[in-house]
């Protein structure tokens, strides 16, 4: 019998010795014998690694690699030619000239023995048990010939002091099935680095103290489950575990559907239902996954209130009715057809989904292009990272990501963090910082916020939401004047570093001090240390670039990178963490009205040429309308027909009253979609989308990495591909487009799209994700950008003035209003809000008060509050502390019951055309008694 743990990872615990072993200088290749055979192993390689790399197994149940090495079940024991005592194998490192048996009848014998032991204490009937057929105490109990039903005990302390704690809405414990192995102990604390387990002493006894009774939530567990996988019993198990039997059901591994950090994961489905989530051995998580994914993949794709069927709104009642799909794409094509040719085709759009497959996008923008005619086309990247792909193209030449996960928090001195809280908005990339921290690398957060990982930063640099420029200014100031930039790549590989050298001139650490609200000597301390790294990454995300001076403040993070040569080389560069599951893969599918797939500019000579060539279509030669525009646009009666796969602007976009009067104002709006979403409802047809489990197809993460993303149900009948949808609309507006697998359609994507070159379905399946540029069939992709050259031949130093945001508070609107992601939920909410569990856990809206604004305004923690701006008014929870700065207030944007974007402000970086999320300013007061 084989165990389906899936593989974990975590940071190394470092080399283990024996006790008593002489400390010597590890050899670089270390010869040994195993079993009567000689092997060859690094030095430094424990027994255990050094037989199972030389396929010898000996079996284990406390350790996990990386993750567990505490040698504490010593099931590994084995004989050391020339010691009495058995070794444990996992922790004993390997000598030169070592001797090693790792089987024969005294080694089974005591592993017979450990195992009984165990059993002892161990609930009897393990054939009804939920892990049956996937535990690993089981598996053992059959290798050494120990009953699976002992009658051994279980009248040991566990069942006279323990009770079951099952008060998590997710995991439960059951201390009768506790080995005591600590796994579950090492893997909350050196890998999730939340220390949410631990242990205490019942006199002799060590007890595993696990956070899943009725007061869960006070404790510091964050629901990631990751501890399930590590448990080898089933001590620790998810609720959805309870529902099946590992030999009911069908392992299906393909790529997470929420944010853009790209994990595997491991659908596990029984009856054409998915029954369970765990985390698959993907190259970015390797088996973690956090609340979302494990626990948030699921209740959504059989939910009842899918759309099942085409809908066409009754002009007469204003209420949809059920369609064919003929219907229901006649009119479509009718309608689309007819628009474009009255009032031309720049009066029509499309909007593709960053949620979908690239195979989808890649359809959707061709569809805009060659049946509506026009480059006005976009995804939701222009609300949240366009100003990423923009800033760093102008720099650098490539908008995306410069390194892998792997390598930005990995091997690295410093990671400097700026408008990013990763362990929220990324949970396994935050796991992955904890790590690094818990391994010595120093952490700079540069946060309006006071963010979890504060409490492990060496500094917290508290910027005024929308300094973002003067605070990177600052931070150049003083690389500068203390001679901590890298002459020689400066001079070698950039432009204009004396422009830039001029404009920093002015920005003094007082200066910016006075601007960003931070002290001088920590924007001293922050440069100092950030350039003084010979390995510092630069991460960031929306709290940079959703500003009115976005792009600017990209830029001005990629001068930081340029002046001290941290592009192009292993443990730095600077990092953009994309919002949803492949908003990468969006922009590069070419849904962009400025680019074509792969980022060929329509501008550009002979782009437009070379793909009217390909799809054998004239194509318009004008770069399209951006999303923002084009909704300003409809609002003023200006669009007149609108085609949206999947998106939601009236709850996503800022300003909601404005968005909506740009829906009322369209002629036409057909849209793609899984539920009845704000904005479905002012379509005239909704077409029913796909799930990521219900189609095949490739997710590209924000470190470039396209993904695999596989079918795991079967879609009810009636129910169609998008792709084929799509073909099928493309054909009845006149344009050939035959209907393909989702395999050939990345071949035509990699025909067109240099950067894609040798990528495709087989390759992926065969060799795992490749990180895009990778030009050809042989070419391995490309981990790190930028490595001896720029994309666009020299990096490019940007001087950016400091401007303040485009809206700040004054004595009617007295208060910054922020906003951003929270762990437990993902975007609109559309798919997590359907997770029972994920909304019991948080399920309603709430404002963050610094905790002396609320004392001044009379308002409690858990009180009542109105929050108006300009735009709108809403009200909600209050949530009193000192997360937030005074005059500064915070609002997650996933809840409909409080609808923060009714009150941001549409104000438009002059790039990339990326709203002002961050900044707004609001009045806060008291609702009620």
Known sequence: MTTNTPPLVAASNGDHVLTGAAAAPTPVVVDLTVDGRGISVPGGTTILQAARAHDRRIPTLCWLEGVNETGSCRLCVVEVEGRDELVTACTAVVEPGMVVTTSNPRIRATRKGLVSLLMANHREHCFDCV??????????????????????????????????????????????????????????????????????????????????????????????????????????????????RIREVETVSTTCPHCGTGCQIDLRVKDNRIVDAVGGDGPVNHGLLCGKGRSGSIDFVHSPDRIRTPLIKNK??????????????????????????????????????????????????????????????????????????????????????????????????????????????????????????????????????????????????RVRPGTNVAFANGLLHVMIAEDLVDHAFIAERTEGFEAMKDLVADYTPERVGEICHVDPDMLREAARLYAGAEKAPIVYCLGVTEHSSGTEGV??????????????????????????????????????????????????????????????????????????????MSARGEMKALFSYGEDPVRTDPDTAHVVKAMENLEFFAIIELFMTDTATYADVVLPGLSFAEKTGTFTNTERRVQMVRQAVIPEPGMRPETEVLADLMRRMGYPQPTLTPAQIMDEIASVTPSFGGISHERIEREGGLQWPCPSADHPGTPILHVGSFTRGLGRFFPAEYRPSAETPDADYPFILMTGRMLYHYNNGTMTMRAPGLAEISGSSYIELNVDDAARLGIPDGGRVAVSSRRGRIETTARVGTRVSQGETWMPFHFADGAVNELTNAALDEYARIPEYKVCAVHVEPVGG
């Not at 996960?405 to 700026?418: E, N, R, S, Y």
């Open 131 to 244: 892990k049956a057929g996937d535990c690993e105490l089981q598996d053992l109990g059959e290798e050494y010939g120990v009953p699976a039903d002992s009658s051994l005990g279980r009248k040991g302390r566990v069942d006279r002091n323990r009770m079951l704690l099952d008060g998590h809405p997710f995991l439960r414990f059951d201390p009768t099935l506790c080995i005591t192995c600590e796994r579950c102990v090492s893997m909350c604390a050196d890998v999730v680095g939340r220390h949410a387990i631990g242990t205490f002493k019942e006199g002799r006894n060590t007890i595993i103290d696990a956070p899943f009774h009725e007061g869960w939530r006070t404790t510091l567990c964050e629901s990631c489950g990751n501890c399930v996988q590590a448990c080898p019993t089933a001590a620790i198990t998810d609720l959805r575990r309870h529902t099946y």
């Open 316 to 461: 007469e009642t204003g209420e949809f009715e059920e369609a064919t799909w003929d219907e229901a794409l006649d009119l479509v094509a009718r309608e689309f057809t007819r628009l474009r040719d009255t009032y031309g085709p720049q009066t029509l759009a499309g909007f593709a989904c960053s949620r979908s497959p690239n195979e989808d996008i890649y359809l959707t923008q061709k569809f805009v292009r060659t049946c509506l005619r026009t480059n006005n086309v976009d995804n939701c990247a222009r609300v949240c990272h366009s100003a990423s792909v923009a800033g760093l193209a102008m720099t650098l030449g490539s908008g995306a990501m410069t390194n892998p996960i792997a390598d930005i928090t990995g091997d690295v001195d410093v990671i400097m963090l700026v408008g990013s809280n990763p362990e929220e908005a990324h949970p396994v990339i935050g796991m992955q910082i904890r790590q690094a921290v818990q391994r010595g690398a120093r952490l700079v957060v540069v946060d309006p916020r006071e963010i979890d990982l504060c409490k492990d930063a060496d500094l917290h640099l």
């Open 555 to 632: 830029m001005s993070l990629s001068n930081l990178a340029l002046a001290t040569g941290k592009l192009g080389r292993p443990g730095c560069g600077i990092n953009p963490l994309r919002g949803q599951n492949n908003v990468q893969g969006g922009c590069d599918m070419g849904a962009q009205p400025g680019d074509l797939p792969g980022y060929q500019k329509v501008a550009a000579d002979g782009v437009v040429e070379k793909f009217e060539q390909a799809w054998g279509v004239d194509l318009n030669h004008e770069p399209g309308i951006m999303a923002t525009d084009i909704l300003a």
